[in-house]
């Protein structure tokens, strides 16, 4: 496993370009993505709902969809909501028709709060990891 940490959140935005998907790669798949996307969607679900309860009535998380085709799902979690356990979860989901996914989950104060006041984040790929520091001191005062 592969796993990369970046002093700062710039830093770690800076990076991110990089350690997502291949462009064009969701493209070109068409159609058939919708029903991927779906499927990885349902699998996210699968995994959080039952902790957090639906995203969309949560003020825990939010899932933004993949609206630009990228392979990019974001997940936005507050500080309390944030488990380390769902990067292990979650980057089980990695695998067969999901592998070239990219996941990157947000950590903020509160749900309602503006990307500018972000704790932290990580970015998950099959088998590599990119994180903020900020994040990486956050949950080690937690742990």
Sequence with gaps: ???TVK???AAFWEAFSSFCPPGGYFEARGGAQRELDGRFIDAIDSLLVPKLGRSQESRQWRHEMDVYRSGVHS?????????PEFVTL???LLVGEHENYCIVCQVLPAIDRPTASRIGSVAIRENRLLLSYP???HLNGRL
């Design 1 to 3: 496993m592969n796993r």
């Design 7 to 9: 002093a700062t959140e």
């Design 75 to 83: 997940l936005i979690f507050t500080a309390q909501s944030f488990d």
């Design 90 to 92: 979650l980057q089980s």
């Design 135 to 137: 994040l990486v001191a």
